[in-house]
C-alpha cells in the first residue's frame, strides 16, 4: 500500500496510525498541502476530490477520504467493533467529526500554524464552534475511556488525529480533563510521544 | 423506528428516503430547525450533537448523523455493495458529501430560503466550492448511471439529499447534464415526484 498524505495533517496521519497500529506495510510519499500539491493535475489523476490523504491498494485501486480509508484498513480488527450498532456509533463520530471539528480545530490550526494569521485573525464562528466540539467531546468521555465500546476505535484515532494538536489553533485543552486524559490515553495505545503544547 | 427529523433538510430526507426505499417501518416526528428545536434541552438529551436526523431504534437505542443512520439501515441491503472496497468508495463519498458538498450546497440554501438572504449576501467562498462540488460530481458521473457500481446505493441518496434543491442555493443544475439526469434517476427510483425548479 502507498500512502500520499503530509504529516502536518491530522487526517492523513489517522491514516498512519491506523496502519501503524495494525502493523500494516506501507510506503509513504509525501504531498506539500502548503504547496498545493494536492490540487495539481498529477495528484488529481490519482484522487481528483483533489486532497490528501488517499491510498493505493496493493490491487492499484484508490481509495479517498481519512475516515473511509481507516474505516477500510479496520475492518474486521480489534479498531472496529463487530457489532453493528457499535459499528454505526463509530461513524456517527467520524461523520460528526469531519462535519463539526475538523473545520473548526483543524482549519484554525492551519491559519495560526501554516498561513501565519494572528489570533485575531481567526474568524470567531470558527471558535465558538471550536470550542462547542471540545464541550461535547468533553461531555461524551465523561465515566468513559474511549468513546465508542470498552477498547481504542478509530472513533478514537479520528478524534484524536486534530484534538491532540487543539491548542496550535488557539484552543485551550486545559480545562477539559476528560479530553486530556484521553489524549495521554490514544499517545500510550498509539505509542506516540506526547507532543509538547 | 422512530425517525427525528424536518423535511426541509435534505440530511433528514436521504433517512426518509432511505427507510421508505427498503420497505422500514417508522413514525415521523418532526423537529423544526429554523425554531432551533434541535438546540433545545429536550432534544439535547435524546441527541447531545443538537442536528437533526436521529433516530431512535426499537429496542430503544439513539443513532445520530444522517450518513452513520442510512448506512446502518442498508446494511445488508442493494443499497451497500456486499464488497469492502465497493463500501470504502460508498464511504468516500458519504464523508466528501459531508465535508465539501453539505457545507457550500445546503448551508446556501438555507441561507437564502430560511434565513431570507439576497443572493448577494451569500459569501463567494462558499458559493465557489459549492460550484467546485458540483463539478466533481459531473465529472464523477461521465459514463455512469450512479457514483459507485451498477446500481444506486447510498451514496447517490446522500448526494441527492441537497443535489435536488442545489437551485434553491443559487447554483444552476442546468449545464450539468450529468448531474441533471443522475437527479432524474433517482427521483424515479425513489418514487419521488420531479421538484419544480
Not at 487526517?11 to 504531498?31: E, I, M, R, S
Not at 482549519?107 to 501565519?116: A, C, T
Request: glycine share 6%; hydrophobic share 45%.
Amino acid at each position: 500500500m502507498i500512502i500520499y498524505g503530509d504529516l502536518i495533517s491530522g487526517n492523513c496521519l489517522k491514516v498512519k496510525y491506523t496502519a501503524d497500529f495494525l502493523g500494516l506495510a506501507y510506503a509513504w510519499h509525501d504531498v506539500d498541502v502548503v504547496k498545493g500539491e494536492a490540487r495539481k493535475p498529477e495528484f488529481l489523476t490519482l484522487n481528483p476530490m483533489g486532497q490528501v490523504p488517499a491510498v493505493v491498494l496493493d490491487d492499484g485501486r484508490v481509495l479517498a477520504q481519512s475516515n473511509a480509508i481507516i474505516r477500510y484498513l479496520a475492518r474486521d480488527s480489534k479498531l472496529l467493533p463487530a457489532d453493528a450498532y457499535l459499528q454505526a456509533k463509530v461513524d456517527e463520530l467520524l461523520f460528526w467529526e469531519q462535519y463539526s471539528h475538523e473545520p473548526y480545530i483543524a482549519v484554525n490550526r492551519f491559519h495560526l500554524k501554516y498561513l501565519g494569521k494572528s489570533k485575531d485573525q481567526l474568524e470567531q464562528w470558527r471558535v465558538d464552534r471550536g470550542n462547542a466540539a471540545l464541550a461535547l467531546m468533553e461531555k461524551l468521555l465523561s465515566g468513559r475511556e474511549w468513546f465508542v465500546g470498552q477498547r481504542m476505535t478509530i472513533a478514537d484515532i479520528a478524534l484524536f488525529g486534530y484534538t491532540q494538536f487543539a491548542n496550535e489553533g488557539g484552543f485551550d485543552l486545559s480545562p477539559h480533563r476528560n479530553i486530556s486524559a484521553w489524549v495521554k490515553r490514544c499517545q500510550a495505545a498509539l505509542n506516540l510521544k506526547a507532543i509538547a503544547a
